[in-house]
């Protein structure tokens, strides 16, 4: 039996490299080894406000990318979160084991609602982390791959699994995290000191799966580099050593390779190698993405649900006869 594995990815603002490169290019690899579970995390998305028709557009965008990345329907489950209603069921069974303290310490929950001050979050943003515990313990999950800035959440599913389990029989199972550690983070463009994300103010902090060659090359010409000229890939050099990290990803070079391969050159030619990189990587990408058509795409995320529906409908079960619900 394989050990099972759940992962998602919100349908909001542009899926970017540090996107592909920290989590959905560990998937595919992860779906030879493991029973694979990859999910279109909407209901998390909402926790923000979301223009409605932008997020069904981004829902489908974001489904057609884990396909064309080479996430393969026939060995994982594919399915947008809403469709499965006993996430949101198990998430308010988890909140009410759940404790303030815990959530209140919850750094992303911190840092979103320092943007537009903590008196306008809302509520579903501060229980963002017991929503995304209930969707790893619903479906029996053994390994979560996760970057390191999700490590707190996955602690903080433990506890609540751990604490259902002490105070009501066993129920879950207790999950670890998967962290591949060149790939786990992935900085910005304009700031090596924060990570690239979708919600960065700058479109320059990221490049987008979907931006154009033009863009592309913009963006790596405009990208932060540290003092001196050197190729070196070292603490020292953050800025230049995300760059190499960027590369060495897309091209499975070691660091050490690209350092020998811009010995002697500046950077602007490890830029333009580097934008050349890119671009042939996302190239073929995109050209996959734009031959799936919608229907195609809803009928995949159709079958995933109804793949996975009949284990979350027998954990809520579960978990309702633990509880002392009458079912």
């Not at 694979?36 to 990318?65: G, W, Y």
């Not at 209603?85 to 759940?98: C, F, G, K, R, Y």
């Not at 405009?222 to 050197?230: F, N, Q």
């Not at 890119?278 to 919608?294: H, M, T, W």
Request: net charge neutral; glycine share 6%; hydrophobic share 40%.
């Amino acid at each position: 039996m394989k050990q099972r594995i759940f992962s998602g990815i919100q349908p909001s603002g542009n899926l970017h490299l540090g996107n592909y490169l920290g989590a959905i290019k560990n998937w595919v690899k992860l779906q030879e080894e493991y029973d694979s579970i990859f999910c279109v995390v909407d209901l998390h998305a909402i926790t923000v406000p979301q223009d409605p028709e932008i997020l069904r557009q981004k829902t489908i965008e974001v489904a057609k990318i884990y396909l064309a990345a080479g996430i393969d329907p026939e060995k994982s489950a594919i399915f947008i979160q809403s469709h499965i209603s006993e996430h949101t069921e198990l998430a308010w069974i988890l909140n009410t084991i759940a404790k303030i303290p815990e959530l209140e310490k919850m750094t992303q929950f911190k840092d979103k609602s320092q943007k537009n001050g903590r008196e306008s979050a809302s509520v579903g943003l501060f229980v963002y982390p017991v929503l995304m515990a209930a969707d790893i313990l619903l479906y029996n999950t053994e390994t979560v791959p996760v970057g390191e800035d999700q490590l707190q959440h996955i602690e903080l599913a433990r506890d609540l699994a751990a604490r259902f389990n002490k105070k009501f029989g066993e129920t879950f199972i207790v999950p670890k995290h998967f962290v591949k550690e060149e790939g786990m983070r992935i900085m910005g463009l304009d700031d090596p000191r924060k990570k690239m994300s979708k919600s960065a103010a700058s479109e320059y902090n990221y490049i987008a799966l979907t931006d154009p060659e033009e863009t592309i090359r913009k963006k790596i010409k405009k990208a932060v580099t540290d003092s001196g000229s050197e190729i070196i890939y070292c603490d020292d050099k953050p800025a230049l050593k995300n760059l190499i990290n960027i590369h060495s990803l897309l091209t499975d070079q070691t660091p050490a390779e690209i350092e020998k391969m811009y010995a002697g050159k500046g950077y602007g030619d490890f830029k333009n190698g580097l934008a050349d990189a890119i671009v042939n990587f996302l190239k073929p990408l995109q050209e996959r993405i734009g031959a799936i058509s919608d229907a195609e795409v809803l009928d995949i995320l159709e079958k995933g649900a109804a793949k996975v529906r009949p284990i979350a409908i027998q954990k809520i079960f579960d978990v309702k006869q633990k509880l002392g619900f009458i079912i």
